[in-house]
C-alpha cells in the first residue's frame, strides 16, 4: 500500500508562486509514474504535470512555462513548482503515482489564486 501526503497549498496573490510537495511511503524508484492534478469546484480533476521513473515530463498546456515537476528521489517526494499562479488556477491540488498497476492518490491539497 502507497501512502502520499501533500502539502505546500494555500492562499496566494495572482503572479505570486507556490510550491507543492508529495512525500511517498514508498520508494519513488519503484513508481512507473507520477504526477499532480486538480479539480476545480464544479469541474473534472483534470492533470497538471506527470514525470515518469525516467524524468520524462508532461504539462498541461495551460500551465506550460508556469509549472515544473520534479522528484527528490532520495526524500521520496515529488514536487510541483507553480510561478506566475492566476485565478483560474485556484483549485485541489492532488499528487498521484502508477505502482505496479494501481493508481494511488493523496488526499489533496486546496491552492487559492486572488487577483
Known amino acids: 500500500q502507497v501512502q502520499l501526503v501533500e502539502s505546500g497549498g494555500g492562499l496566494v496573490q495572482a503572479g505570486g508562486s507556490l510550491r507543492l510537495s508529495c512525500s511517498a511511503s514508498?520508494?519513488?524508484?519503484?513508481?512507473?509514474?507520477m504526477g499532480w492534478f486538480r479539480q476545480a469546484p464544479g469541474k473534472q480533476r483534470e492533470v497538471v504535470a506527470t514525470?515518469?521513473?525516467?524524468?520524462?515530463?508532461n504539462y498541461a498546456d495551460s500551465v506550460k512555462g508556469r509549472f515544473t515537476i520534479s522528484t527528490d528521489n532520495a526524500k521520496n517526494t515529488v514536487y510541483l513548482q507553480m510561478t506566475s499562479l492566476k485565478p483560474e488556477d485556484t483549485a485541489v491540488y492532488y499528487c498521484?503515482?502508477?505502482?505496479?498497476?494501481?493508481?494511488?492518490w493523496g488526499q489533496g491539497t486546496q491552492v487559492t489564486v486572488s487577483s
Open positions: 498521484a503515482v502508477v505502482h505496479v498497476i494501481n493508481w494511488y
Open positions: 514508498g520508494s519513488i524508484f519503484s513508481f512507473t509514474n
Open positions: 514525470i515518469t521513473s525516467g524524468s520524462r515530463t
